[in-house]
């Protein structure tokens, strides 16, 4: 079974700062791994999706790279704004099925 | 797009009591599926389906029911409510088992 890890589990900084934000799995045989944005009370919005044979993507500001034979991924999100305040959820894709394994999130604070 | 729709928004329960949560999409994602978000414990897979008349269990199905008669629609059926059941759960659906995946606002369910 996929075991998923995320650290930090919390994290704050004052705007400006670039955050990583790093994601670590057991199973290394994954199609894709995505990376979701979860605001309080909302629903989870998809920000970037990184294929097994892909070693990066990247959208704006937020850049996500693929290690995946040592079962790691981290997002970096460059100079860093309060609206960036969310959890941040990894998800590796191990089947064709579309069942995702969550992490359980890293809550990112961001202080103007 | 609607995109992902889910309802209510928020219900109370008695132990015991039943109820239905709606999904709808309308993508026309042939992949669908349920999970439950629980603190500290991330996302977990409740049901999924791949297709019209063909669904399969997730990681934790027991207590609710599922059943998809047409593309848009994946309702999750709660038998008999339980305390245990109280959670928050997001309905999400994906064009192919491997493509980026779109999640619903979600319900919250508290049981007494």
């Known amino acids: 079974k996929q075991e998923v890890t995320q650290i930090p589990a919390a994290l704050s900084v004052p705007e400006g700062e670039n955050l990583v934000l790093n994601c670590s799995f057991t199973d290394s045989a994954i199609y894709n791994l995505q990376w979701f944005r979860q605001d309080p009370g909302k629903g989870l919005t998809s920000l970037l999706l990184i294929q097994s044979s892909q070693r990066e993507q990247t959208s704006g500001r937020l850049n996500a790279s693929l290690d995946k034979s040592s079962g790691r991924s981290t997002l970096y999100i460059a100079a860093s704004q309060p609206g960036d305040s969310a959890t941040y959820l990894c998800?590796?894709?191990?089947?064709?099925?579309?069942?995702?394994?969550f992490g359980a999130g890293t809550q990112v604070v961001v202080t103007p | 797009n609607a995109g992902v729709t889910q309802t209510p928004k928020f219900q109370v329960l008695k132990t015991g009591q039943s109820m239905t949560l709606q999904c709808a999409q309308d993508?026309?994602?042939?992949?669908m599926s349920w999970y439950r978000q629980d603190p500290g414990m991330g996302l977990r897979l409740i049901h999924y389906s791949v297709g019209a008349g063909i669904t399969d269990q997730g990681e934790v199905p027991n207590g609710y029911n599922v059943s998809r008669s047409t593309t848009e629609d994946f309702p999750l059926r709660l038998l008999s409510a339980a305390p245990s059941q109280t959670s928050v759960y997001f309905c999400?659906?994906?064009?192919?088992?491997?493509?980026?995946?779109?999640f619903g606002p979600g319900t919250r369910l508290l049981v007494l």
């Open positions: 998800a590796p894709l191990t089947d064709s099925w579309g069942k995702l394994q």
């Open positions: 993508m026309n994602h042939e992949y």
């Open positions: 999400a659906s994906t064009g192919s088992g491997v493509e980026t995946q779109y």
